[in-house]
C-alpha cells in the first residue's frame, strides 16, 4: 500500500542546535518533494522544492535532500531558533496529485 | 493582493444539509485545489483543477462536488453534509509546484 510517514510527531531540541525531520514514503513515485511550515490554526506555509533528479536543496538556514532510491527525504534547520516551532509537513507531488504526510510538530526550546 | 480567500471561516451543518465553501485567488494561478484535514492524518486532497473548465478527483472525493468557471474561482459543495466531513478545509493555488494555501474553514457536521 502507498504511505508516507514522517519520523515522528513531535520533535523537542534545544535553541541553536540543527533539526533534523524525516519523509518516508512507500509505493510513489514523486516528480518532487515539497516542505511546508503550519502553525496553528493556519494554512501550510510553502519552504522548499527539490526535484526527483536532485540530491540537495538549500535556502537560508534550510537544506533539504532527497534520495529516490531510499525513498526518503532528509529536512534539516541549522541554528534553531524558538520561532521555528511550528508543524512541517512533507507533501510528495505526482504532478498535481499531492499527498501529504501527517506533520511533525517542532519545539525549540531556548 | 489577497492571495487565496476562503469563506466561511466557520461553519456547523446538520446531518443533510448542503453548503458551498467558497475559495478564490488573485494571483492568476491556473492550478486549485481542496484539502481537508484531519487530526494525525494530515491535509488530503479532494479535487483539484488544472484550469477553468477542467476537474478531476484527488484521493478523498467522495460527498463533494466542484466547479471551475473562472481562473479565480474554485467552490467546494458538500451535496448532503455528514459527520464524518467534520474536519478543516484548505483551498490552495499555484502557478507552478509552490501551493499558495488559504486560511481554511473550519466545518462542524452534527
Known amino acids: 500500500s502507498q504511505k508516507i510517514e514522517q519520523n515522528s510527531e513531535a520533535l523537542n531540541i534545544q535553541e541553536g542546535k540543527t533539526a533534523t525531520l524525516t519523509c518516508n514514503y512507500t509505493n510513489y513515485s514523486p516528480a518532487y518533494l515539497q516542505w511546508y511550515r503550519q502553525d496553528p490554526g493556519r494554512g501550510p506555509v510553502f519552504l522548499l522544492l527539490i526535484r526527483e533528479n536532485e540530491k540537495e536543496k538549500r535556502k537560508e538556514r534550510l537544506k533539504v535532500t532527497f534520495d529516490t532510491t531510499l525513498k526518503q527525504s532528509l529536512f534539516h534547520i541549522t541554528a534553531s531558533q524558538p520561532a521555528d516551532s511550528a508543524t512541517y509537513l512533507c507533501a510528495l507531488d505526482m504532478y498535481h496529485d499531492m499527498r501529504f504526510g501527517a506533520g511533525t510538530r517542532l519545539t525549540v526550546k531556548p | 493582493n489577497a492571495g487565496v480567500t476562503q469563506t466561511p471561516k466557520f461553519q456547523v451543518l446538520k446531518t443533510g444539509q448542503s453548503m458551498t465553501l467558497q475559495c478564490a485567488q488573485d494571483m492568476n494561478h491556473e492550478y486549485m485545489s481542496w484539502y481537508r484535514q484531519d487530526p494525525g492524518m494530515g491535509l488530503r486532497l479532494i479535487h483539484y483543477?488544472?484550469?477553468?473548465?477542467?476537474?478531476d478527483q484527488g484521493e478523498v472525493p467522495n460527498g463533494y462536488n466542484v466547479s471551475r468557471s473562472t481562473t479565480e474561482d474554485f467552490p467546494l459543495r458538500l451535496l448532503s453534509a455528514a459527520p464524518s466531513q467534520t474536519s478543516v478545509y484548505f483551498c490552495?493555488?499555484?502557478?507552478?509546484?509552490?501551493?499558495?494555501f488559504g486560511p481554511g474553514t473550519r466545518l462542524t457536521v452534527t
Open positions: 483543477s488544472v484550469g477553468a473548465g477542467i476537474t
Open positions: 490552495a493555488s499555484s502557478s507552478q509546484a509552490e501551493q499558495y
